[in-house]
């Protein structure tokens, strides 16, 4: 955990796309097999264009899938950012407490932005689309999991597509 001399990372709330942020690595909200779907996933696959996806099959090809909570990076291809920085959410479960996992895909991929040298990171909110999540839960968890994880990362840029998913960081953000 973070000691006095560990530096905090600038926190950054805003709505957009995340596909078009300038920032050294966006984190992907992938599936297992890294195929691409919907969402985020598809979004950056489709603005990648043909090098994310021979990046992502030549990852595929070295670690052979991406378990749940954890995280590993690709090229980004054809958009601003330089990586990609692929986590895997847990699907949502009203009976099973899975967020220690949710809260692995932004511990890892702090981990991953440090050893690949990137200090600006821009997140979705993994897990709550597709997936299922609460969003106000995601958020919490988001937030709270990043301000926890010692990093070199100097920015970290959660990128909400929608004003509700903004509303709900925003929120959380200023109880913490
Ligand atoms: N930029 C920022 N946020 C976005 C964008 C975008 N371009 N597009 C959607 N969101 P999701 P998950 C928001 O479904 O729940 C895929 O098929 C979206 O509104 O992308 O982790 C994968 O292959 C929501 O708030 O991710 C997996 O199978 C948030 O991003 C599965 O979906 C996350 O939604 C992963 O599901």
Known sequence: MRDDTTPVPRIVLMRGDITEQHVDAVVNAANSGL???GGVDGAILRA??????AAREALVDR???LPTGEAAATDAGDMPARWVIHVVGPVWSGK????ALLASCYSKALA???ELGARTVAFPAVSAGVYGWPMRSAAEIALTTVLATPTEVSEVRFVLFDESAHAEFTAVLQDL
Not at 48 to 53: D, F, H, K, V
Not at 96 to 99: C, P, V
Request: overall charge negative; hydrophobic content about 20%.
């Open 112 to 114: 991953v932005a440090d």
């Open 35 to 37: 195929t691409g779907g």
């Open 63 to 65: 670690i052979g899938s």
């Open 48 to 53: 990648g264009g043909p090098a994310q996806r």
């Open 96 to 99: 099973e407490d899975r967020s």
